[in-house]
Nanobody, 131 residues
């Protein structure tokens, strides 16, 4: 299984970016996928997840600004994160993750989303927001 992120970059505050994650090698219909971010010197935190039944959960810190979505085709699986009204505090490395089971334990802590461990990760894409 491979996950490859794209779409990161540098924009000014108030701008938008759309991250994409292409997932190959996983063809099952049961999963939980998500976007996570990591600030320098901090642990990775959850941003948003989407389950195979299309239900979503979003971190409080980005709710109303970020939207997660997915496209499931016969032989492909793609994950997206539309990020609007970006703020300098959104600057981080963004990762997509795949869990081969549903995310059964979802909670919110300190503005972030805390979910079950992912089984696979991409290498990340950098998002930098200038003021």
């Amino acid at each position: 299984v491979q996950l490859v992120e794209s779409g990161g970059g540098a924009v000014q505050a108030g701008g938008s970016l759309r991250l994409a994650c292409e997932i190959s090698g996983y063809t099952y219909n049961r999963y939980c996928m998500g976007w996570f971010r990591q600030f320098p010197g901090k642990e990775r935190e959850g941003v948003a997840i989407v389950e195979s039944d299309d239900s979503t959960s979003t971190a409080e810190s980005v709710r109303g600004r970020f939207t997660i979505s997915k496209v499931k085709a016969e032989n492909s699986l793609s994950l997206y994160l539309q990020m609007n009204s970006l703020k300098p505090e959104d600057t981080a490395m963004y990762y997509c993750g795949l869990r081969t089971q549903p995310c059964n334990h979802i909670r919110w802590s300190g503005g972030a989303l805390v979910v079950d461990a992912m089984d696979y990760w991409g290498k990340g894409t950098q998002v930098t927001i200038s003021s």
